[in-house]
């Protein structure tokens, strides 16, 4: 079981050094709490040292991974030089530092010059790797973190609370982490920040191990068996009482070794505590999170497993796109070229924006364009015709061109739309690629100078379609309404032309505005008719000439204006975030690769 605790811990340095930690929620031991619960005394208490530093305000500024490791030694014996001299059968030693310590007052300091690296009286959650090598641990992970509190001091950031709320939540949100959350006895428990930091992650407390410190503290004729027995906060895995050193204890140099005979002492004299001395104390503790993160951990390697797979999938395919391999200048070039190219044939294809621009949003504004020719107008122009509704097309005709302009400004301004539309598509996908500014915004320029070029042309066509239909108006169109049907069904002796031009003038001023009815179906007919060319031919327009026509030249354009220039390595120089981005990347694909090969051999 050590073993797999030890390629564990294995897996927590990789994943620190690649930056991956969060990213795969490790299996690990979380402890929490505020800055007056002991919870420092009880990680010493756990390690069996004094080691950490201590002083007032927030000592703990980065998070601390303990990794308690187990060794087999022959020479398992106490140095009398001190509690913090380590024996010939132990040592500590810093993630990324060789230097082995024998010393816990070096370890100490070690920690402190670390802490002092980020800016004073502020947190950080870069982590500080520590390990402990020792025949007398159970091999163990912890994570120390900064103690929670409520109120800023006058020199620390004002944001400090929530920034060390935010690092807690941020560790122990992760579902394979196990929650130590130490809580004073002296303090209602039920307002104990730690506990109520550990429901917002842990809502049913299913993985959430509740320490009471201070218990020797409590008034007198008071306890915490109530506390113990989940009647007041139920915890899965329960609570642990501990007894710490006090701070005269500390400032009297008490070693740690008689602090826990002294702890031990307290459960089996006390009356509340005896019976059940044996689940009380430091060593109770340890054994109990040995046990649960050795289960946790084997409960947590089938998804670590599958999780590491899918990041190892993602970050290939993400160096991929920005571009792993090392290519020559014209290779690059080529490459890009045929890439933008192939993305813009897929792109443009059953593009939705497109097709609703087309289908829904220019067919349904030409469909709702009204004739605007009032009767008066209608009449107007007969008068001044002078000439029977049956022949008079130059009334008609000058009716039917003043309603067909109405359409000219939509019908123009849809080519405008389709090529920003081409224009986004265009810059979205150079935007994803920035390994290469320079190159990417010269295939930008000269993909939009051929449209641009191509829409010009494509709106005199448009315009020439509108001329077509508004200069020549045919009035032989199988769907124009025929004349001698609407003067049968009016009926009127009006339009006879039979009738001489006397009696028509008369019976023209003393009509109804019958007529005036037949000229404005006549022209609607037709505006209906030319709406319907419209719809249809304008987008064929577009599409044929600006859109396809263009799709077909980007490549061609792009290798005589790129391919071709003579300072081409200028254009592939990377930009520092890319290069920065794959730095990182590979580090990560490292990590990921070290972390999958490490969890497929337990």
């Known amino acids: 079981m050590d073993i797999l605790l030890s390629k564990i811990n294995d897996l927590q340095e990789i994943c620190s050094s690649s930056g991956i930690s969060h990213s ?48 087999n030694s022959k020479n398992n014996y106490d140095n009398k030089d001190g509690d913090n001299t380590i024996n010939k059968s132990e040592y500590a030693q810093f993630n990324g530092n060789d230097k082995i310590y024998y010393n816990y007052d070096d370890v100490k300091s070690e920690l402190l010059r670390l802490t002092s690296l980020i800016k004073a009286n502020d947190v950080s959650d870069i982590p500080i790797i520590l390990k ?41 949100q992760n579902k ?50 109530d506390i113990l027995a989940g009647k007041i906060i139920n915890l899965k895995l329960g609570f642990v009482p501990v ?25 089996s004299d006390h009356p509340s505590y005896s019976k059940n001395k044996n689940f009380c104390g430091t060593k109770y503790l340890i054994n109990k999170l040995n046990t649960i993160l050795q289960e946790h951990i084997k409960y947590s390697l089938p998804e670590l497993q599958e999780r590491v797979n899918k990041l190892l999938t993602t970050t290939e395919n993400e160096l991929d796109e920005i571009g792993m391999i090392d290519l020559q200048p ?37 469909n709702n364009l009204e004739i605007n020719i009032s009767d008066d107008e209608i009449k107007k122009e007969l008068q001044y015709s002078g000439k029977a509704l049956l022949f008079n097309n130059h009334t008609f005709e000058l009716l039917v061109r003043k309603s067909l302009k109405e359409i000219k400004p939509y019908a123009t301004q849809l080519v405008s739309i389709i090529f920003t539309e081409i224009v986004k598509i265009v810059q979205n996908e150079t935007n994803k690629k920035n390994r290469f500014p320079l190159l990417q915004q010269s295939i930008v320029t000269a993909i939009i100078n051929l449209f641009r070029k191509k829409s010009d042309n494509t709106l005199k066509i448009v315009e020439s379609i ?9 009035t032989r169109h199988p769907d124009f309404i025929c004349w ?21 003038d008369i019976n023209f ?30 987008p064929k327009a577009i599409m044929t000439n600006l859109v396809y026509k263009s799709e077909r030249l980007i490549q061609e354009t792009l290798l005589k204006e790129i391919y071709e220039l003579k300072d081409i390595e200028s254009k592939v120089i990377e930009s520092e975030d890319v290069k920065e981005k794959r730095n990182r990347m590979k580090k990560r694909l490292l990590g990921l690769k070290q972390a999958y090969n490490l969890l497929c051999s337990l």
């Open 466 to 474: 509108l001329e077509w239909n508004i200069e020549c108006i045919n």
């Open 132 to 172: 402990l090598y020792s025949p007398n641990f159970l091999s163990l992970t912890l994570v120390d973190l900064p103690g929670l509190t409520k109120v800023a001091t006058s020199n620390q950031p004002k944001n400090i609370c929530s920034k060390i709320e935010n690092m807690c939540m941020k560790y122990i």
């Open 176 to 225: 394979n982490a196990i929650i130590l959350a130490v809580s004073a006895a002296t303090n209602d428990i039920s307002n104990s920040d730690a506990l109520e930091l550990a429901r917002m992650a842990d809502a049913n407390f299913d993985r959430t191990i509740g320490v009471l410190t201070k218990v020797d503290l409590m008034d007198r004729g008071t306890d915490a068996v």
């Open 243 to 267: 007894v710490n050193r006090s701070v005269l204890d500390i400032k009297k140099n008490k070693n740690i070794k008689d602090s826990l005979a002294t702890e031990m002492k307290f459960f």
């Open 509 to 538: 001023k003393n009509a109804d505005n019958s007529e005036v009815n037949i000229i404005k179906s006549l022209v609607l007919s037709y505006f209906n008719i030319i709406k319907k060319i419209i719809i249809d031919q304008v």
């Open 330 to 366: 014209k290779e690059i070039v080529l490459k890009s070229i045929t890439d933008i190219s192939r993305y813009f044939s897929a792109s443009i294809k059953n593009n939705n924006k497109i097709n609703y621009t087309f289908h829904v949003y220019f067919t349904d504004t030409i």
């Open 24 to 71: 795969l929620e490790l299996p690990q031991i979380v402890v929490i709490g505020s800055q007056s619960s002991g919870k420092s005394s009880v990680l010493e208490n756990i390690v069996g040292r004094d080691f950490l530093p201590r002083g007032t305000g927030i000592v703990t500024r980065r998070p601390i991974i303990l990794q308690l490791i187990n060794i």
């Open 484 to 504: 001698n049907d609407i003067l049968e069904n009016n009926n009127s002796n009006i339009t006879s032309p039979t009738k001489s031009r006397k009696e028509f």
